[in-house]
């Protein structure tokens, strides 16, 4: 079950990377073009990033949700919220990778 803990996490710190990198791009563009779409961009990786900090923030420092996750929640409970973590970390590399092209 560590497995999928450490997958999940190192996931969810990757989708904050890449949500930070992508948030300063679309920021950048908005200052510069001040249009809906680039705006749209921007709340939509602030929005995000919001949650997969929360995310590591209950996995990983939250006094009692961090033992709960580690101990408690089933095997198939970590595979699912590893492979959404994982999913999403795929889907916003291809979007850093679109957005540097």
């Known amino acids: 079950m560590v497995a999928w803990i450490d997958v999940a996490r190192l996931a969810a710190g990757?989708?904050?990377?890449?949500?930070?990198?992508?948030?300063?791009?679309w920021g950048r563009n908005y200052y510069q073009i001040r249009s809906k779409h680039t705006?749209?961009?921007?709340l939509f990786s602030l929005f995000l990033l919001a949650e997969n900090a929360l995310a590591l923030y209950f996995y990983l420092l939250h006094q009692d949700l961090s033992v709960w996750f580690s101990?408690?929640?089933?095997?198939?409970?970590?595979q699912a919220m590893m492979a959404l973590h994982v999913l999403e970390t795929f889907g916003l590399a291809f979007l850093a990778w679109v957005t540097w092209d």
Do not use: E
Request: aromatic letters at 8%.
């Open 14 to 25: 990757l989708n904050v990377l890449l949500l930070c990198a992508l948030g300063y791009v």
């Open 39 to 42: 705006l749209g961009n921007l």
């Open 71 to 78: 101990t408690a929640v089933p095997a198939i409970a970590w």
